[in-house]
């Protein structure tokens, strides 16, 4: 009977190991630090052997991928022609798939979302998220009054995705969670998306307003929605941690309660965060803050990524502890690791930070790496950074560094068309979409 309730035990400990090891959503975790600390099969010592083992076709325009229960996800972006949205899925390890090295997969399954007849454009599809033992995928959903001077006016809804069982693409209980092309947060079973708004004037002097608002909702479908506020037009994917909501745009870094968002519009008095930072740069739509070491990274199109106290200053407004300087190039969302904070940079750079600093106000980097051409965001697994690049360069580093301040990757390989997605570590393997609508799988031999 011990050995019996032993084996139980350790079943339960693999279980959760195989859990843990999932890239559940943008950015890996609602921190969206691009790090997975539990992930430690490849190494610097033995990412030199990594294959490409299958790829598989997903369409228009495909996300980055997300992983959970033995899956791979993918949306694609419908266009004009008729082409729909879909959401797809792939065997993570390829099971079954035809040819060698790379076998060549086609989807375990496929969920197409047709836009309506009278959308006057397809709407774009966010990246799924894996919560709940469930995939969820949600498009635009966009409420339109169309106003047109002496011809009347209609309304219209588009609302596409919800949940889907992982395992036959069948849908799920669940609610509908807001979204926009900015990926989901989900966070202790709570959900962190947007919806919008937007109205159209065709009349004498065309005009265009689109409302953006954040909702915070239960993925188990209980309750009434824990908020939604109008935080202002550009803000950036939420990012969780700690029990607090973070959000950035153009010029502003915002910190709300994330177990209670407001319910209104930060244009109206009183609908004030927990403390806000000011950007000394500009916020791009591509970024997003992420949080780690008890600090909040903002990168901006400058080149710098400001660095906040994750728990504010005391005061309404606060100013950086300290900001990486990354050179006069646009940033895109970085990765965390507990000692480095990784920056890519169109310059066609990697360049990595002391992650809490270096004791001034302004950080070099510690050291930096070159690729073929421009960086994309970066991933960390275990001790080992993956980056992809314009010339469809995917490129691992050791993420100690190398001893000086200019690295050379491990292992590079080019998939054949520019890599814009963060490559995701699952499992063992390594995955990356790309412009030509593939999905490619690396492992080790």
């Known amino acids: 009977m011990r050995r019996q309730v032993q084996l139980v035990g350790l079943l339960g400990v693999i279980v959760l190991v195989a859990a843990a090891c999932d890239w559940t959503m943008v950015g890996f975790g609602p921190g969206r630090t691009g790090f997975s600390g539990s992930e430690k099969s490849i190494t610097p010592s033995n990412v030199g052997s990594l294959a490409e083992q299958w790829k598989g076709t997903a369409g228009n325009q495909v996300s980055a991928p997300v992983v959970g229960g033995g899956r791979v996800f993918v949306t694609t972006q419908p266009d004009r022609t008729g082409v729909p949205a879909a959401l797809m899925a792939f065997d993570a390890a390829g099971t079954g798939c035809p040819g060698w090295q790379p076998r060549v997969c086609p989807a375990a399954w496929t969920k197409t979302f047709p836009t309506p007849a009278n959308a006057l454009n397809p709407m774009s599809m966010a990246t799924p998220v894996f919560a709940a033992g469930k995939v969820w995928s949600g498009g635009a959903s966009l409420h339109a009054l169309i106003s047109v001077e002496d011809y009347g006016s209609g309304n219209w809804n588009y609302h596409v995705g919800g949940a889907f069982d992982p395992a036959t693409g069948a849908s799920a209980s669940g609610p509908l969670l807001a979204t926009e092309s900015a990926p989901v947060a989900v966070s202790d079973g709570v959900a962190y998306g947007y919806y919008s708004y937007a109205t159209f004037c065709l009349c004498d002097r065309p005009a265009t307003q689109m409302h953006l608002g954040l909702v915070a909702q239960r993925v188990d479908g209980s309750g009434s929605p824990l908020g939604g506020f109008l935080p202002g037009f550009g803000e950036s994917a939420p990012a969780v941690a700690g029990g607090t909501l973070y959000l950035m745009n153009r010029s502003r870094l915002d910190a709300w309660d994330a177990m209670a968002p407001p319910s209104c519009d930060v244009t109206q008095p009183g609908c004030v965060p927990l403390w806000s930072g000011q950007l000394a740069g500009e916020g791009g ?161």
């Not at 600093?357 to 790496?369: K, N």
């Not at 490129?395 to 050379?408: D, I, L, P, R």
């Open 285 to 445: 739509w591509d970024d997003m803050p992420a949080v780690a070491n008890g600090l909040v990274y903002v990168p901006e199109l400058s080149g710098d990524v400001e660095v906040f106290k994750a728990a504010g200053c005391g005061a309404p407004t606060c100013a950086p502890a300290w900001t990486a300087d990354a050179g006069s190039a646009h940033v895109v969302p970085v990765a965390l690791t507990d000692a480095a904070l990784f920056v890519s940079s169109d310059d066609g750079h990697l360049y990595a930070f002391n992650a809490i600093g270096c004791g001034a106000a302004t950080c070099s980097p510690a050291w930096s790496a070159s690729l073929p051409s421009g960086a994309h965001v970066p991933s960390v697994a275990g001790s080992v950074v993956f980056v992809g690049a314009n010339d469809g360069t995917l490129a691992a580093f050791n993420a100690a560094g190398c001893g000086t301040t200019t690295c050379s990757p491990l292992w590079s390989r080019n998939v054949g068309a520019t890599i814009r997605n963060a490559p995701v570590i699952s499992g063992g393997r390594v995955f990356v979409t790309d412009d030509s609508g593939a999905i490619h799988a690396f492992g080790l031999t």
